[in-house]
């Protein structure tokens, strides 16, 4: 057929379907890019046959790239970090230490001490372990009579206040229990088998017990640190979600429950436990809090914000930052100088931390983050115009814009952060303790959990170590009144008190 025998409307609507194919092409080399990064990434689950999906992904491949327009070839520079140096072995261990030591003299030394005088030395030293080892510690309370008067009852001392009245675990033991369980994320069914190689066999329902009364004596601390961070003017808020077993379910199938997150840089971290990610969980949470409440874009937090007289949201730029880089394969040129602005942004940061500008930082963001929120403002603009709204590329744009006012609030006030990461890394715990435990067995467990992953987390990032906060605690807490101010024990300004008439748990 000749083509002057084509009706030019065909063509029109030819051209125009295959211009319609083409732009989609893109957008779907990007999808399948992407889904090969969350498949295939480090640290991703091998839940799907690897090899079948890649041969389906690369037939996929093969019929994008049949309607794919001509590429263009872009060149652009990426700085890499310096790589860090290994610390050496002396380094890593200097610390530890040295509890027995050996001397080797050599066989003529031996055989002939009197030929030979000592004019030095080598040192050098290997690394050993103590695994872990029950052992008893007896209460011994004699009794005693007058002997002037025996009518008057036997003297004997009161028994010592003890975290399980009438048993058998110490303060340390449920501090090691709590700790294997949600520092490093051993089940408890697990935990039992490893207790047979400490001395003697736990029962994991015994444990479970003890991480229940662990929480409960923990409470009254995990509530003081809540208080305070209301109380504290700005917070940083996330939720990660925890599968339950729930009785209730069919079959005794597990629900969905979560953890939400609260917190602020250099304070102590609050997890709290709730069935649901409904608004109203984060109202109870927040209760009557005003300041300025950082998140990322999920619509309760907003939401709160313009339901509470008081309440500023702000942004988290390492949420618009990483729409950008998973865009990087779509607009290479674009998509780096926008990570370029971001990263002068940061790079600001960092120096006035480094310098301590305390009250300053606001005044100081404002002077220089001008010029490249106008230009990274200015091209998402020109960029959302030109890209599909599917795109990664397009979503990008209108996540940075959509959320520009939040994002920029940063620049009215001093004490806020550019991103939620402090409170994200907070959350990596529980994150990597449900892959091993999988889900909570009961609801009513739950809030056991965000009670000392609320301890232990605050522990570790003030320093201090979880183990002697615990030990001590749990020792102090039984004999302690309702008069005494729980202040102390928070994680933020513990300071262990050593009793020399009492060895350590």
Not at 65 to 71: D, G, S, T
Not at 350 to 365: I, N, P, S, T
């Given at each position: 057929m000749?083509?002057?025998?084509?009706?030019?409307?065909?063509?029109?609507?030819?051209r125009?379907?295959?211009?319609?194919?083409?732009?989609?092409?893109?957008?779907?080399r990007?999808?399948?890019?992407?889904?090969k990064?969350?498949l295939?990434?480090?640290?991703?689950?091998?839940?799907?046959?690897?090899?079948?999906?890649?041969?389906e992904?690369?037939?996929?491949?093969?019929?994008?790239?049949?309607?794919?327009?001509?590429?263009?070839?872009?060149h652009?520079?990426?700085?890499?970090?310096?790589?860090?140096?290994?610390?050496?072995?002396?380094?890593?261990?200097?610390?530890?230490?040295?509890?027995?030591?050996?001397?080797?003299?050599?066989?003529?030394?031996q055989?002939?001490?009197?030929?030979?005088?000592r004019?030095?030395?080598e040192?050098t030293?290997?690394?050993?372990?103590?695994?872990?080892?029950l052992f008893?510690?007896?209460?011994?309370?004699?009794?005693f009579?007058?002997?002037?008067?025996?009518?008057?009852?036997?003297?004997?001392?009161?028994?010592?206040?003890?975290?399980?009245?009438?048993?058998?675990?110490?303060?340390?033991?449920?501090?090691?229990?709590?700790?294997?369980?949600?520092?490093?994320h051993?089940?408890?069914?697990?935990?039992?088998?490893?207790?047979?190689?400490?001395?003697?066999?736990?029962?994991?329902?015994t444990?479970?017990?003890?991480?229940?009364?662990?929480?409960?004596?923990?409470?009254?601390?995990?509530?003081?640190?809540?208080?305070e961070?209301?109380?504290?003017?700005?917070?940083?808020?996330?939720e990660?979600?925890?599968?339950?077993?729930?009785?209730?379910?069919?079959?005794?199938?597990?629900?969905?429950g979560?953890?939400w997150?609260?917190?602020?840089?250099?304070?102590?971290?609050?997890?709290?436990?709730?069935?649901?990610?409904?608004?109203?969980?984060?109202?109870?949470?927040?209760a009557?809090?005003?300041g300025?409440?950082?998140?990322?874009?999920?619509?309760?937090?907003?939401s709160?914000?313009?339901?509470?007289?008081?309440?500023?949201?702000?942004?988290?730029?390492?949420?618009?930052?990483?729409?950008?880089?998973?865009?990087?394969?779509?607009?290479?040129?674009a998509?780096?100088?926008?990570?370029?602005l971001?990263?002068?942004?940061y790079?600001?940061?960092r120096?006035?931390?480094?310098?301590?500008?305390?009250?300053?930082?606001?005044?100081?963001r404002?002077?220089?983050?001008?010029?490249?929120?106008?230009?990274?403002r200015?091209?998402?603009?020109?960029?959302?115009?030109?890209?599909?709204?599917?795109?990664?590329?397009?979503?990008?744009?209108?996540?940075?814009?959509?959320?520009?006012?939040p994002?920029?609030?940063?620049?009215r006030?001093?004490?806020?952060?550019?991103d939620?990461?402090?409170?994200?890394?907070?959350?990596?715990?529980?994150?990597?303790?449900?892959?091993?435990?999988?889900?909570?067995g009961?609801?009513?467990?739950?809030?056991?959990?965000?009670?000392?992953?609320?301890?232990?987390?605050?522990?570790?990032r003030?320093?201090?170590?979880p183990?002697?906060y615990?030990r001590?605690?749990?020792?102090?807490?039984?004999?302690?009144?309702?008069?005494?101010?729980?202040?102390?024990l928070?994680?933020?300004?513990?300071?262990?008190?050593?009793?020399?008439?009492?060895?350590?748990?």
């Amino acid at each position: 057929m000749s083509a002057a025998a084509i009706d030019p409307p065909e063509v029109k609507l030819l051209r125009e379907e295959l211009n319609e194919l083409r732009a989609q092409v893109p957008v779907l080399r990007a999808q399948i890019e992407w889904l090969k990064r969350q498949l295939f990434g480090a640290g991703r689950s091998e839940k799907l046959d690897r090899a079948q999906l890649l041969l389906e992904l690369a037939e996929v491949e093969k019929l994008s790239a049949a309607a794919e327009a001509p590429k263009q070839t872009v060149h652009y520079e990426r700085t890499s970090a310096p790589r860090e140096k290994r610390p050496l072995a002396a380094e890593t261990f200097a610390k530890l230490p040295v509890k027995e030591t050996l001397e080797i003299i050599p066989e003529p030394v031996q055989a002939e001490p009197e030929a030979f005088e000592r004019i030095g030395e080598e040192r050098t030293f290997e690394v050993d372990v103590v695994p872990p080892q029950l052992f008893k510690r007896e209460i011994v309370r004699p009794k005693f009579k007058r002997r002037d008067d025996r009518e008057q009852p036997p003297v004997i001392a009161p028994a010592p206040a003890r975290p399980v009245p009438g048993g058998y675990a110490s303060a340390g033991l449920l501090a090691w229990i709590a700790l294997s369980k949600y520092v490093d994320h051993a089940p408890l069914y697990r935990l039992e088998r490893m207790s047979a190689r400490w001395g003697a066999s736990i029962s994991r329902q015994t444990m479970a017990d003890w991480i229940g009364i662990t929480a409960t004596w923990l409470e009254p601390i995990y509530r003081q640190m809540h208080r305070e961070l209301l109380a504290g003017g700005y917070l940083q808020a996330d939720e990660t979600p925890v599968r339950c077993n729930d009785p209730d379910e069919k079959r005794g199938g597990t629900t969905p429950g979560w953890l939400w997150v609260i917190s602020r840089p250099d304070g102590d971290v609050v997890f709290e436990w709730r069935q649901s990610r409904r608004h109203g969980e984060l109202t109870s949470l927040l209760a009557d809090f005003r300041g300025l409440l950082q998140s990322d874009g999920y619509e309760a937090y907003p939401s709160f914000a313009r339901a509470r007289a008081g309440v500023v949201w702000l942004g988290c730029w390492a949420h618009a930052r990483r729409y950008f880089v998973e865009a990087l394969s779509e607009s290479p040129r674009a998509v780096n100088l926008i990570l370029r602005l971001i990263g002068e942004l940061y790079l600001r940061e960092r120096e006035w931390d480094e310098a301590k500008v305390g009250a300053a930082r606001a005044a100081l963001r404002q002077e220089h983050f001008a010029r490249p929120l106008r230009w990274l403002r200015r091209l998402a603009l020109g960029l959302r115009a030109r890209a599909l709204p599917r795109s990664l590329l397009g979503k990008a744009c209108s996540y940075l814009l959509e959320h520009w006012e939040p994002l920029t609030a940063h620049l009215r006030y001093s004490e806020t952060r550019l991103d939620n990461n402090l409170v994200e890394n907070a959350i990596r715990p529980s994150a990597l303790g449900k892959k091993n435990w999988l889900f909570i067995g009961h609801p009513d467990a739950g809030q056991r959990s965000a009670i000392i992953y609320s301890i232990v987390v605050s522990c570790q990032r003030h320093g201090k170590d979880p183990f002697a906060y615990l030990r001590d605690v749990l020792t102090r807490l039984p004999r302690m009144t309702n008069q005494d101010d729980l202040a102390a024990l928070t994680p933020a300004r513990w300071r262990e008190v050593r009793e020399p008439s009492r060895s350590a748990s």
